[in-house]
């Protein structure tokens, strides 16, 4: 059973996901927490509730999803999985700081690459990893098909989907992302996104104004 706690960081009201099940084996997905008392907040989470953090597990780099990824990697010395095509995206995040007027980003270097057709196991858990690309080159999404749900990352929102109006983004294969990955999964499954509340796949299928028709 993967127990699953969502965190609301930064100004850009970024959902950090902890993922855990019986064992405590736990994993962090996109860590966005960037004040001081944020990335306590976490951490104060994983003690309270004696958890063994296994990995960090990046959906994709931008900055609003890699504040906290030096300070995880450090205080839990773990490594950092992420997809290689995104790797032009993680190296361009101190620059978009700066753009952004924000200070305390810490850089960070992965030490692993995933890809789809992968899965990632913690504790008893699994996730299947999917490519997803469109709102990042590198963006992948992780799949628990017992529990039904999918960490999502910026591809699909309830009622609304990823920008693309960023650097190294394509609209045309965000929608194909979300029409043949997204969307050929089961209507039940819930979407737990990079911002915003969760959704499920019938649910965006049904009300998205981007896909209805
Ligand atoms: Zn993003
Ligand atoms: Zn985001």
Redesign the pocket.
């Known amino acids: 059973m993967i127990n699953i706690h969502c965190f609301t960081f930064s100004p850009?009201a970024?959902n950090t996901y902890l993922l855990y099940d019986e064992t405590g084996a736990c994993v962090v997905i996109d860590p966005g927490c960037l004040a001081q008392s944020e990335k306590e907040t976490l951490s104060d989470f994983i003690r309270d509730h004696k958890l063994e953090v296994k990995a960090l597990l990046q959906t994709h780099t931008?900055l609003?999803?890699v504040f906290g990824s030096a300070y995880i990697k450090r205080k839990f010395s773990v490594k950092m999985y992420m997809h290689r095509l995104d790797l032009p995206v993680l190296a361009d995040v101190e620059s978009r700081c700066r753009l952004w007027g924000i200070g305390g980003y810490e850089p960070v270097e992965p030490d692993e690459f995933l890809e789809e057709g992968q899965s990632f196991t913690f504790g008893n858990s699994s996730l299947e990893i999917i490519h997803v690309p469109g709102h990042a080159p590198g963006h992948i999404a992780f799949i628990s098909h017992n529990e039904r749900f999918i960490i999502g990352g910026?591809c699909l929102f309830r009622r609304s989907i990823g920008r693309t109006d960023f650097p190294l983004c394509s609209h045309e294969d965000l929608m194909n992302s979300i029409r043949t990955k997204f969307f050929t999964l089961p209507d039940d499954y819930i979407v737990y996104a990079?911002?915003m509340d969760p959704t499920t796949i019938g649910e965006e299928k049904k009300f998205n104004p981007f896909f209805r028709n």
């Open positions: 850009f970024e931008h609003d999803h910026d990079g911002h």
